[in-house]
């Protein structure tokens, strides 16, 4: 019987040598996979650095809004994360809706006034 080193190295020396960037980029090929934001999005949107442009993209993406995907990701910035998830989650249940988009938009513009209108009613 072998012991466990010894099986270890015979797999290893079985394995083909290559560099450990090469074997990872086989073994995680991102580009093959649906959720790709090169395919979704093109390569104008390769470079995410911040959080507020991924939930820009992911709206973007659910509304299935590819001209307005900067709009998004500024709203995702300047706007209240709660108002766009409430929107975006009202949004999701109109799964046969003909424009999702206005849905989304004029839902926002909806909880933006009762926000501004519960701010104005606290002040007093």
């Known amino acids: 019987m072998d012991s466990i080193k010894d099986i270890l190295s015979q797999i290893q020396n079985e394995l083909p040598k290559e560099t450990n960037d090469e074997g990872q980029s086989k073994l995680f ?8 934001p090169k ?14 442009q991924a939930f820009g993209l992911r709206i973007a993406g659910k509304l299935g809004d590819k001209q307005r995907m900067t709009m998004y990701i500024k709203w995702a910035k300047e706007k209240p994360r709660a108002i766009l998830e409430q929107a975006l989650s009202f949004t999701s249940d109109y799964p046969n809706a003909k424009d999702k ?24």
Do not use: C, P
Request: hydrophobic share 25%.
């Open 101 to 124: 988009i206005r849905i989304f938009m004029w839902k926002v513009k909806q909880l933006e006034d009762e926000y501004k209108a519960k701010k104005q009613q606290n002040t007093k």
């Open 39 to 52: 395919k979704l999005f093109g390569e104008k949107h390769k470079y995410i650095s911040q959080e507020y």
């Open 29 to 36: 090929d991102t580009d093959k996979l649906k959720t790709n």
